[in-house]
C-alpha cells in the first residue's frame, strides 16, 4: 500500500468537511473491498476518513412503516434484523447470498453499495483498464469476459457491479440518504445512485466528491411476493453469474450490468399480463453478448422467469 | 500511529504504520503468528479472528481501525495443554490436514455456534423468521467463508458438530 | 540386495500386537496446529529482527528489460536494497552441480535481462518493514521489449511433439482392432491448467551463522532444497542447514523450491541479518508450477457383450518453453483394463507459460477424466452398466507387460462400493430422477494410482526415560508422517504412543525422499521400521550384555518389546531403566531400506471405485453434489483416520476438477486470467454434501516388508469423473470440456 494518513471521524459534518478539504482523501467503512484494491495499489488513497464508528449504525422505524437503515450498519446486523426478515426477506436473502459472514460482519451498507467491479483485467494491474487507468483501454472487451455485462455496457467498459445487496435494495425501491461536504443531505432513489459505464467507467455513482451516503430508506414492503435467487460456479462465497430480485411487482436483475439493473421492461410486461418468460424476453431484448458472455443472456432470462414466477407463485 | 487493543484479555499498546493490517499487527508485532496469512484479500479466511465477538478477516483491517477493540485469536481459545472444546473436536474428527487453514476455521467456528444460538440467517436458512438449526447445510453454509484445501470438509463438519455437543 | 521374498517375515507392524497399526489415532502435531503454535516457514521466530523481502513479478511474459528504475523504490521509506538483474550478488550459473551428487542443481535467481513467463521474479526489494516492503516493490520501474508470447495450448495442437526420450507404447494392433470392433466409441476431452493453491503461499526465512546459511522453508523434499539452495549460493552442501517441520499444503507444488529460498538466504548474507520473503497470493499463481492443460483423445472398440477389444488414449499437453515435464495422462490407462490392441502416449507443446509440473497425481488426474467417462459412454451405448463393464474387462494379469498384480481387488472395491451406495437405485436411462427444481443422477468411475517405494533412512534413539524418538529427513505436508512414523515406532519399540518423539523436516536429519507421488508413508515408514528393528536389536544386545539386567546372558533374539518393558520369558525390565543403568547418555541407531530389486516383477498399484450422486438445476445448469462414497484398496493401513482424510481430500479434489477449478490463459498478454482464491474456484465447504471414504482391510506383501501402500493421490484418480458420469445421468448431456460449469452445462442441456 501507499503510505497515507488515518483519521476517524467524529462525526459525519467533520467527515464530509475532511474529505472535501484533503488531496486525495477517502471515505474507510468495513474496509472489506477499500483494502483489498489498495493492496493491489488499484486505489490509492493519500488519506483515509475512518467514518466505521459514525453514529450510522441503526435500523430505525420510519413512519411510513418502512425502515431506515444506517449505512454503517454491517451486512451481518441488516439480514440478522427480524424486521427484515420478516417484512423484506428479499435483502436478507441477496445479503447472505454474497461473501462469507467474515465480509458480512465487517461490510457496511454504504460500503457494500459502493464496492467496485470483480472484473479480472480492473484487478490485473499490468493490463489496460478504463476503470482503473482511465483511456488505457479495456482488457476485457477482447478478453476472457465471460462474466461481463449484457445491459448497458459501453466500448470502453463492460465490467459488472457486483452487490447482491443493491440488487434487492433496487428492487425495494430503496432509497439513498447522504450528506454533502457543504451539510446538505439529499435523498434519492438507490436506481440513482450508480451510472452506466458510458465513456467514464471510473466514475461509478452519482455522489459529488466528498458526499457521504448516511442510510438507506425502505418503502413499506410492497404486496406480493419476494424471493432473490443467484447463480455461480461454486455453491458459496463465489461472484455471481447472475442473480434476480423480485420484490411484489418489482424485479431486479444483479451481475448483469455495471449497476444493479432495474428490470423495467419486465415489470411493464408483468402488468399487462405478460408471462415471466415473455417478460424477461422482453427485458433482455436490449441485452447484447461480449466475445464469451453470452450465456448469460439465456442464464438471466432463464433464472428470472423461474424467480419470478416462484415468487408470485405462478406455475408454469 | 498509537493503538490499543486487547488481544486474548491483554491489553496491547502498539505504534504502527497505519497500513499495517490487524493480521500482520497480530503476526509480525505481537508474535502471534496462530492467524494465518492464506490470501491477504479475504478469500480463504485464514485470517480469521474474532473482533468483539465477531469473525473477521483480519487481512481485511487495518490495526488502526482496531483501537479499544477486543480481539480473540486461536491462541486466545486454549493451548496445547487446554485445548478448547473446538479445537479438542478438530483433533479429534481430524478436521485438518496441513493445518495451515485450521485456526482460521476454528476461530470461524466458534463464531458459528454463537451466530447459530443468536438465530441469524444463512442461505442455508428456509425460514427466514422461524429458529435456525444447527443442521449439516447450515455449517456447510456458514462454514464457506474459510477454503481448506486439504479439502477435510467432511471432518470439520463433524468436529463443529461435536463440539456443539460438548459446549451444549 | 533385499528381495521382495524377505517382505514376508514376520514384524512388530505385521504382527501389531498393541493394535497401534491401522488405529485412528490423533495426528502427533495435532494439537499444535489446533492452537496455531506449530510455526511454519514464516512464522519461525529468528535470532534478531528480519528484514523483509518483496519479489516484484514481471509483467510480461516474454521478451527482455530494458530499462531499470529503482530510483524511487530505493529512495522509499525503510528500503534496505532494491535487486534487479543487473546488480543481483553473484550465484552460480543456472544448472551447475559442483558436487556430483547433488539432488538438484543451482537456479540463480534474478538471473538475467529476459522474462520467460508472466510472474517471473525480476525485481526484489529488501525494507525494514513488510509494509515498507510491498510500498516500495510497487515502485520499482521496469521497462520491456515485450516479445509476443505463445501460449495458445488449443490453436497447436498440430504441433505437438513427442516428449524427448518417450515413444508410444502398442500392444497388439491397434489401428486394425479399433477398426474391425463392433462398438466404437472416438471422443476427446479437454482438462485446463489448474493450480496447487495451497493454504500458505511459499515462503522462506533464513539467516546466516558464520558461514552456515539457517533457513526454513515450505518445501516437499529436504534433500534437493538443501542442495539445490547450496549449488546457487556457492556453498557447501553441509553449509546448508535447512528445515521445514510444518508445510502448509504441498500436492506437488512443494516438491521444488522458488526463487524465496534463494533471495532470503542472498538477502541475509548481503545485509547480516535475518531476511524473510513469502509469495503474494496472487504471485502464486503465476510464480509456482501449474498442472498443464491436457487434450485427450480416447477410442474404445467393443465387441457387443462388452470386451474391450481396442483401447487408446493419446495425451497432447504442454509445458514452459525450457522445460521437459510431460502430464502422463495416458499411462493409467496400461494397467486398468484388458484389451488385445492397446495404443496410449503423449505430445507436448512448449509455450511461453510458467512451469508446468507435478499436481497431485500428476497422469490420473487428469487421464481418469477421459477414460472413466469413455467408460460410462461405452456401458450406455452397450447396454450394460458401468460397473459390470469395468468387471467385465477386468485383467488377469498386466495388460501390456503381462506381469501378475501383487494385490489387485479393485473389483471388490466397485462390488462393495456399489452396494454401499445404492448404487441399484440409479436409473440406467438419463434425466429419470427429480427432486424439487433438481434434476438426479448417479455416475460411478474406477481408481487407480501407482505404488511405489524409494530408498530411504531413518535413525531411533531410546533415552534413559524410556522415550524413542524417530529422525529422519521426511516432511509432513498434512499427510500425517509424523502420526505414521510415531505409531510405526511405538509399535515396533513396544512403548506408548506418548514415548514416542518425531523429528522430521531437517536436512540434518537421515535422509528420506519426503513427500510425493503418494510414496511417503510406505518409503519413510519402511526406512523407519528397519531402523527401529536395529533399535531392537541393540537394545536386546545391550541388556544380554549388562550384568544387571534381568535379561544378561539372552539369547538376544528372544527378547519381546512391549508396553515400555523388555523381557524374555519371564524374566523383564523397563526399557527406561536398562537404558539408565546400562546406557544412560542414550542409543541412537540408523537403518535404512533399499526396494528390493525384483519389486518390478509385479504390477503394484493402488484402486478405488468412485460413487457419485449428483443434483443439476433444470434451470441454471448448477451441479451440486450430493452424496459421494470412495471404496478404495490401498495395502495396510497404518492410520485409519488420516488415511481416511487424504482419500477425502483428493475425492473433492476430484469433484473440483469436475465443476470449479481451471486457470484460463488470455492469449494476448500469456498470463492467466484467475490470478487469486476470488476467481479460481477450489471448493467451499457448501459444495460438498456427504462424502466419505473406505478402505479394504488388506496388506501387500510384495509392497514392503509392512504390506503398506499410499493413499494421497489414490482418491482424485478417477473421482471427478465419477461427477462427470453422474451428471450425464441426471441430464443426459455430456460436457467433454472440463470444468462442468453451468454456461457450458446449460449449454449443452439447451443444444439437447
Known amino acids: 500500500m501507499r503510505p497515507f494518513t488515518y483519521e476517524r471521524a467524529r462525526d459525519p459534518q467533520s467527515a464530509v468537511k475532511a474529505a472535501a478539504e484533503t488531496a486525495g482523501a477517502r471515505f474507510l467503512a468495513g474496509g472489506t473491498n477499500l483494502l483489498d484494491l489498495m493492496k493491489l495499489e488499484i486505489e490509492t488513497p493519500q488519506h483515509l476518513i475512518d467514518v466505521g ?6 435500523i430505525e422505524d420510519a413512519p411510513d412503516g418502512g425502515l431506515k437503515i444506517g449505512a454503517m450498519t454491517s451486512n451481518t446486523q441488516v439480514a440478522a434484523d427480524a424486521r427484515v426478515r420478516s417484512r423484506y426477506p428479499v435483502l436478507t436473502q441477496a445479503i447472505v447470498a454474497g461473501g462469507s459472514p467474515q465480509l458480512r460482519n465487517k461490510a457496511t451498507t454504504g460500503g457494500n453499495l459502493l464496492q467496485r467491479t470483480r472484473c479480472a483485467y480492473f484487478y490485473d494491474t499490468s493490463k489496460p483498464c478504463n476503470k482503473r487507468q482511465p483511456g488505457s483501454g479495456c482488457g476485457a472487451l477482447e478478453g476472457l469476459n465471460r462474466n461481463a455485462a449484457i445491459l448497458g455496457a459501453s466500448h470502453a467498459c463492460i465490467a459488472t457491479h457486483p452487490s447482491d445487496m443493491a440488487v434487492a435494495l433496487v428492487a425495494l425501491d430503496a ?3 447522504t450528506l454533502a461536504p457543504d451539510g446538505d443531505g439529499r435523498e434519492f432513489p438507490l436506481m440513482e445512485l450508480h451510472r452506466l459505464p458510458g465513456e467514464t467507467p471510473e466514475v461509478e455513482t452519482h455522489l459529488i466528491p466528498g458526499e457521504l451516503i448516511t442510510a438507506i430508506v425502505l418503502p413499506p414492503p410492497p404486496d406480493g411476493g419476494q424471493l432473490y435467487r443467484k447463480v455461480r460456479d461454486r455453491a458459496s462465497y463465489a461472484a455471481g453469474l447472475s442473480s434476480v430480485a423480485v420484490a411484489g411487482d418489482r424485479v431486479a436483475l444483479g451481475m448483469v450490468a455495471h449497476k444493479p439493473w432495474r428490470a423495467a421492461e419486465a415489470e411493464a410486461a408483468l402488468s399487462a399480463g405478460a408471462s415471466p418468460d415473455e417478460a ?15 450465456f448469460k443472456i439465456t442464464l438471466t432470462a432463464r433464472l428470472g422467469a423461474a424467480t419470478i414466477a416462484e415468487a408470485k407463485g405462478i406455475r408454469r | 500511529m498509537k493503538t490499543t487493543i486487547t488481544v486474548n484479555g491483554a491489553t496491547r499498546a502498539l505504534d504502527l504504520d497505519p497500513r499495517t493490517t490487524l493480521l500482520d499487527a497480530l503476526r509480525e508485532h505481537l508474535h502471534l503468528t496462530g492467524s494465518k496469512k492464506g490470501c491477504d484479500h479475504g478469500q480463504c479466511g485464514a485470517c480469521t479472528v474474532l473482533v468483539n465477538g465477531l469473525r473477521i478477516n483480519s487481512c481485511l483491517s487495518l490495526a488502526v481501525m482496531h483501537d479499544g477493540d477486543e480481539v480473540t485469536t486461536i491462541e486466545g481459545l486454549g493451548s496445547p495443554e487446554t485445548l478448547h472444546p473446538m479445537q479438542q473436536a478438530f483433533l479429534t474428527e481430524d478436521a485438518f490436514q496441513c493445518g495451515y487453514c485450521t485456526p482460521g476455521q476454528i476461530c470461524s467456528a466458534v463464531a458459528l455456534l454463537r451466530e447459530v444460538e443468536a438465530g441469524w440467517p ?19 453454509e456458514r462454514m464457506s467463508g474459510n477454503i481448506c484445501r486439504c479439502s477435510a470438509y467432511p471432518q470439520i463438519v463433524a468436529a463443529i458438530k461435536r463440539a456443539a455437543e460438548a459446549l451444549a | 540386495m533385499s528381495s521382495v521374498a524377505d517382505y514376508a517375515h514376520p514384524n512388530p507392524v505385521t504382527e501389531n500386537r498393541s493394535g497401534l497399526i491401522g488405529k485412528a489415532v490423533d495426528r502427533y502435531e495435532g494439537p499444535l496446529k489446533v492452537t496455531g503454535s506449530a510455526p511454519y516457514a514464516y512464522e519461525v521466530t529468528p535470532p534478531s529482527p528480519p528484514a523483509y523481502g518483496i519479489m516484484v513479478p514481471a509483467a510480461i511474459a516474454r521478451g527482455r528489460i530494458v530499462g531499470v528504475d529503482a530510483t524511487a523504490a530505493q529512495a522509499s521509506p525503510g528500503v534496505l536494497a532494491v535487486w534487479t538483474h543487473l546488480n543481483v550478488p553473484e550465484q552460480a550459473p543456472r544448472g551447475t552441480r559442483v558436487h556430483p551428487r547433488s539432488t538438484a542443481p543451482s537456479r540463480p535467481v534474478l538471473e538475467d535481462d529476459r522474462v520467460r513467463f508472466f510472474g517471473q521474479p525480476v525485481a526484489f526489494v529488501l525494507a525494514d518493514t513488510l509494509e515498507n516492503a510491498q510500498a516500495a516493490a510497487l515502485l520499482v520501474k521496469l521497462a520491456y521489449d515485450a516479445e509476443t508470447p505463445d501460449v495458445d495450448f488449443h490453436g497447436q495442437l498440430a504441433k505437438a511433439e513427442m516428449p524427448p526420450g518417450e515413444e508410444d507404447v502398442e500392444i497388439g494392433d491397434f489401428a486394425k482392432g479399433f477398426a474391425e470392433a463392433p462398438v466404437k466409441l472416438d471422443a476427446t476431452w479437454s482438462t485446463p491448467i489448474q493450480n496447487h493453491c495451497q493454504m500458505e503461499p511459499c515462503a522462506s526465512i533464513a539467516w546466516w551463522e558464520g558461514d552456515k546459511c539457517v533457513v526454513h522453508t515450505s518445501v516437499q523434499m529436504v534433500k534437493p532444497a538443501q542442495h539445490g539452495l547450496a549449488e546457487t549460493l556457492k556453498i557447501d552442501r553441509d553449509a546448508v542447514h535447512l528445515m521445514t517441520r510444518y508445510i502448509g499444503g504441498g500436492f506437488g507444488g512443494k516438491g521444488q523450491t522458488y526463487d524465496d529460498i534463494t533471495l532470503a538466504a542472498l538477502g541475509a548474507r548481503a545485509l547480516g541479518r535475518p531476511v524473510k520473503v ?4 496472487q504471485h502464486m499463481m503465476h510464480g509456482t508450477i501449474h498442472r498443464p492443460a491436457t487434450v485427450q483423445r480416447v477410442r474404445l472398440g467393443a465387441t457387443k457383450d462388452g470386451r474391450l477389444t481396442a483401447m487408446s488414449i493419446m495425451t497432447t499437453t504442454h509445458c514452459q518453453r525450457d522445460g521437459h515435464f510431460t502430464e502422463h495422462a495416458s499411462n493409467f490407462a496400461r494397467s486398468l483394463y484388458a484389451a488385445p490392441n492397446r495404443l496410449t502416449g503423449h505430445r507436448l507443446i512448449h509455450l511461453d507459460l510458467p512451469g508446468a509440473g507435478p499436481m497431485r497425481a500428476p497422469g490420473e488426474a487428469s487421464g481418469m477424466l477421459s477414460l472413466e467417462c469413455a467408460m460410462d459412454e461405452l456401458a450406455e451405448t452397450l447396454g450394460i452398466d458401468p460397473v459390470e463393464l469395468r468387471i467385465k474387462n477386468e485383467p488377469e494379469a498386466d495388460p501390456e507387460t503381462g506381469k501378475p498384480f501383487s494385490l489387485r481387488q479393485l473389483v471388490r472395491c466397485m462390488r462393495e462400493g456399489a452396494q454401499l451406495f445404492g448404487w ?13 427444481r433438481w434434476s438426479i ?22 533415552d534413559r526415560d524410556g522415550v524413542i524418538t524417530v529422525r529422519q529427513g521426511m516432511t509432513d505436508i498434512g499427510t500425517g508422517s509424523y502420526t505414521v512414523l510415531a505409531q510405526i515406532a511405538a509399535e515396533t519399540l513396544g512403548v506408548p504412543l506418548k514415548d514416542v518423539r518425531v523429528e522430521i523436516g531437517d536436512s540434518e536429519l537421515p535422509p528420506a525422499p519426503g513427500s510425493g507421488g503418494q510414496f511417503g508413508a510406505a518409503t519413510a515408514g519402511t526406512a523407519a521400521l528397519a531402523a527401529g528393528m536395529n533399535l531392537r536389536a541393540a537394545i536386546a544386545e545391550l541388556a544380554a550384555n549388562d550384568p544387571a539386567s534381568p535379561l544378561h546372558g539372552g539369547p538376544t533374539e528372544a527378547v519381546s518389546f512391549q508396553d515400555g518393558v523388555i523381557a524374555i520369558a519371564n524374566r523383564s525390565e523397563s526399557l527406561a531403566a536398562l537404558i539408565a543403568r546400562a546406557a544412560p547418555e542414550g542409543l541412537t541407531v540408523e537403518g535404512e531400506h533399499r526396494p528390493a530389486a525384483d519389486a518390478r516383477n509385479w504390477s503394484q498399484h493402488t484402486y478405488g471405485a468412485h460413487f457419485c450422486e449428483v443434483g443439476v438445476d433444470q434451470v441454471t445448469g448448477e451441479t451440486r453434489v450430493r452424496r459421494m462414497l470412495g471404496v478404495f484398496a490401498a495395502g495396510r493401513i497404518i492410520n485409519y483416520k488420516t488415511a481416511r482424510s487424504q482419500l477425502t481430500g483428493g475425492m473433492i479434489w476430484g469433484v473440483a476438477s469436475a465443476l470449479t477449478e481451471g486457470n484460463a490463459v488470455d492469449p494476448r498478454y500469456g498470463s492467466l486470467v484467475n490470478q487469486d482464491l476470488a476467481s479460481y474456484l477450489v471448493p467451499v465447504q457448501a459444495d460438498i454434501g456427504e462424502l466419505d471414504a473406505i478402505m479394504l482391510d488388506e496388506a501387500d506383501d510384495k509392497a514392503n516388508p509392512m504390506g503398506i ?42 443444444a439437447g
Do not use: C, W
Not at chain 1, 464508528?53 to 441503526?58: A, E, F, I, K, Y
Not at chain 3, 441399484?424 to 424439487?436: K, L, V
Open chain 1, 53 to 58: 464508528r459514525l453514529p450510522l449504525g441503526q
Open chain 1, 175 to 177: 432509497r439513498v440518504e
Open chain 1, 280 to 294: 424477461m424476453a422482453a427485458e433482455l431484448e436490449a441485452a447484447s453478448e461480449t466475445g464469451r458472455n453470452g
Open chain 2, 122 to 140: 444463512s442461505q442455508a436458512t428456509a425460514d427466514l423468521t422461524g429458529k435456525v438449526v444447527l443442521s449439516d447445510e447450515e455449517i456447510r
Open chain 3, 278 to 281: 513469502a509469495y503474494s497470493r
Open chain 3, 424 to 436: 441399484d437405485r440409479r436409473h440406467p436411462r438419463p434425466g429419470q430422477a427429480r427432486d424439487g
Open chain 3, 441 to 462: 443422477g448417479m455416475g460411478m468411475a474406477a481408481a487407480i494410482r501407482g505404488n511405489f517405494l524409494l530408498p530411504a533412512k531413518a535413525s531411533f534413539s531410546v
Open chain 3, 709 to 750: 501402500k499410499g493413499v494421497g493421490e489414490l482418491g482424485i484418480s478417477g473421482a471427478g469423473a465419477a461427477v462427470a458420469n453422474a451428471i450425464y445421468n441426471a441430464v443426459g448431456v455430456r460436457v467433454r470440456d472440463y470444468p462442468i460449469t453451468p454456461d457450458k452445462l446449460l449449454g449443452a442441456m439447451l
